[in-house]
């Protein structure tokens, strides 16, 4: 048996799948950023496995990957920073309770 | 062909992250599902440590189980009742997200399916990239170089220290 780029692309994609499912149906805004970082890690996964099998020699999949980690990293600081102080705002982190700021 | 120690562990990351990212968006508990979350994390670092990036596979487990695991599970302490239950979801809100997932994936699957023999189908063997190279192209302003995106990221990561402070500070 050879590992192939399938085999690890339709994990990485029923991961995707996953991230989508929660996205759409979690009501807590912690649960919806985990299902956003289950989206992101899918992507990074696809972007090395395709560096690593189609072009062996070069390394911008992986860059984009490490690049993309921090990105994610940065993005969850900001993130919970803000589900923090709405928290302190309305004592709640269910989305629809908050509603204040729709028109 | 490959060894069998390398066929099993592939295995093992494969059934992993496939069981754990399903179980980390169905959990009704909110820590359990950010465990779940922090296996399937491992799992893709394990994938990284197979392929042979071996650096991104550090990464990985330094930045997201190290960093992000520990910011989730604050949150989560500081915003919730412990042992509290996620309510039930309502049916329309169910259908919608299944269909939406099974959709997005079944598309996916096919044009996997469909195109994906023309991909090169095994791992190829020469690949020898080691830490030396992965600092010189990180610092290289040559054609294969990322040094302006690494000062940009760097400055990015700054922004966000400061905006985590103004934002979650007491007033």
New interface residues.
């Given amino acids: ?28 805004m ?2 919806i ?3 956003l ?2 989206m992101l ?1 899918a992507v ?2 696809n972007f ?2 395709f560096n ?3 072009f ?5 999949g ?2 984009f ?3 993309a ?10 993130a ?6 709405v ?1 302190r705002a309305v004592r709640n ?1 269910d989305i629809r309770q908050l509603t204040k700021m729709k028109f | 062909m490959e060894s069998l120690g390398s066929i099993i562990a592939y295995f093992i990351i494969a059934i992993a992250i496939i069981v754990f990212s399903v179980l980390a968006v169905t959990s009704g508990k909110i820590l359990r599902a950010a465990t779940y979350l922090l296996f399937v994390l491992f799992a893709t670092a394990g994938i990284y440590f197979q392929i042979g990036y071996e650096f991104l596979g550090a990464v990985q487990i330094a930045v997201y189980a190290g960093g992000i695991m520990v910011l989730f599970v604050f949150s989560i302490l500081l915003t919730h009742k412990p042992g509290a239950n996620a309510p039930r979801l309502e049916n329309h809100k169910l259908w919608l997200g299944l269909s939406a997932a099974v959709l997005g994936a079944g598309v996916c699957l096919y044009s996997l399916f469909e195109y994906g023999s023309m991909m090169v189908s095994r791992m190829p063997d020469n690949f020898d990239i080691n830490i030396h190279q992965i600092g010189q192209a990180l610092l290289s302003t040559d054609k294969f170089g990322y040094l302006l995106p690494f000062e940009a990221i760097s400055v990015l990561l700054l922004a966000c220290i400061i905006g985590g402070v103004v934002i979650a500070r007491k007033r």
């Fill in positions: 048996m050879e590992f192939t780029i399938l085999m690890y692309l339709v994990p990485a994609m029923i991961m995707f799948g996953c991230g989508i499912y929660g996205f759409i149906t979690r009501k807590n912690i649960a950023l985990i299902s970082e289950l890690n990074d996964i090395a496995v690593r099998f189609l062996p020699g070069q390394m911008e992986m860059f990957s490490l690049f980690i921090g990105l994610a990293a940065a993005e969850t600081a900001l919970i920073a803000i589900v923090i102080n928290y982190v």
